[in-house]
């Protein structure tokens, strides 16, 4: 073992600045990294994830503007309007409404296209006419037509795991009501495409903390609180 006291004056000069040296690189070392860590999560929470965040949101802003827009446009349409009123819909206006129908799913990219009158629960869609909705098969329309609200907007996983985003507008003071639906799996493809770092993903929910859109289909329709509670 080596004894301090019997080293030289030289050797003991030596040995103070090697223990000087290596303790100032471990703390420069330290230091460095400490400073790298808080480089890289300022960089992740100030500047890339706000940025991500972002543009996810003009997307998903993109797209219900849009068809709320295309939704207002069918419900309103003159046309559309005086079609709705005629309850024993004859061919010429059901050929002619079911044209409309599909011209605004062409323009538009949507899975379908419907409109429905909110007093007699007449509806269609790009096929022609469907039937008239009732409570026990449609809920959903009665719950929107009588909710006072010109439209809603969801998001809805189908059984084959597609994902599709429907908007419904509704002319409060008249009769027309219309409703579209168009696939999501360009924007399921956009958030999973996020990655924030080596495990770090992004995935969607609604005001209330509802997740709508996960990579982990089975997490769809829980909360925030039941994923990280």
Do not use: C
């Not at 019997?6 to 050797?11: F, G, M, R, W, Y």
């Not at 996810?56 to 219900?64: C, W, Y």
């Not at 050929?95 to 509806?123: C, E, F, H, M, P």
Request: zero cysteines; glycine letters at 6%; charged letters at 20%.
């Amino acid at each position: 073992m080596l004894k301090l006291h019997s080293l030289s004056i030289k050797q003991k000069v030596v040995l103070g600045i090697t223990f000087a040296v290596l303790a100032s690189t471990i703390i420069v070392g330290v230091m460095a990294q400490r400073h790298a860590r808080d480089v890289l999560s300022h960089r992740l929470i100030d500047i890339e994830l706000p940025a991500m965040l972002q543009q996810i949101n003009t997307e998903i802003d993109r797209e219900v503007v849009q068809m709320q827009q295309a939704a207002k446009q069918l419900a309103t349409n003159e046309f559309v309007v005086e079609a709705l009123k005629n309850t024993d819909h004859p061919q010429f206006s059901e050929t002619q409404l079911v044209q409309q129908l599909n011209n605004i799913k062409s323009q538009y990219g949507l899975n379908d296209a419907s409109v429905a009158n909110r007093k007699t629960a007449y509806y269609w869609n790009q096929n022609g006419f469907l039937r008239q909705l009732n409570h026990s098969q449609d809920a959903w329309f009665f719950g929107f037509t009588s909710s006072g609200r010109e439209t809603s907007v969801s998001v809805f996983q189908e059984a084959n795991g597609e994902v599709k985003m429907f908007t419904n507008y509704q002319d409060l003071n008249g009769i027309s009501m219309s409703g579209l639906s168009k696939s999501m799996d360009d924007m399921v493809s956009l958030l999973n495409s996020f990655q924030i770092e080596d495990t770090g993903y992004v995935f969607l929910t609604n005001e209330k903390g509802d997740i709508q859109i996960h990579r982990q289909q089975g997490k769809n329709k829980t909360s925030i609180a039941q994923l990280f509670g």
